[in-house]
């Protein structure tokens, strides 16, 4: 078992910056790719950035690249997306998510275990 818990979320203004972190315990941290996908209310849950095992390879989707940075820290157990320049459609609870896989993975059914979330919501 892996658990993840995420933190960083909150409200902020349009064009500001969030880092949200995911503390993962259990299994070893680098046996696993990890994720983070976000829901916003009445949508599906979609993909946002993934890393592979070394953090050697990352997965961005297109509505977030360039404005968010995906990153993971072996030695602490974490992994953390550093968010730029956000828009009030970033709005949604972000989750991080782990699988065993040495590349990541941009489809949610792909990840085996997942954090609880943390709200982002940004004001326009």
């Known amino acids: 078992q892996v658990q993840l818990v995420e933190s960083g979320g909150g409200l902020v203004q349009a064009g500001g910056s969030l880092r949200l972190s995911c503390a993962a315990s259990?299994?070893?941290?680098?046996?696993?790719?990890m994720g983070w996908f976000r829901q916003a209310p009445g949508r599906l849950r979609e993909f946002v950035a993934a890393i592979s095992r070394s953090g050697g390879m990352t997965y961005y989707a297109d509505s977030v690249k360039g404005r968010f940075t995906i990153s993971r820290d072996n030695a602490e157990n974490t992994v953390s997306l550093q968010m730029n320049s956000l828009k009030p459609e970033d709005t949604a609870v972000y989750y991080c998510a782990a699988v065993a896989s040495q590349g990541p993975r941009t489809s949610s059914y792909a990840y085996d275990y997942w954090g609880p979330g943390t709200q982002v919501t940004v004001s326009s």
């Open positions: 259990g299994r070893t941290f680098s046996d696993y790719a």
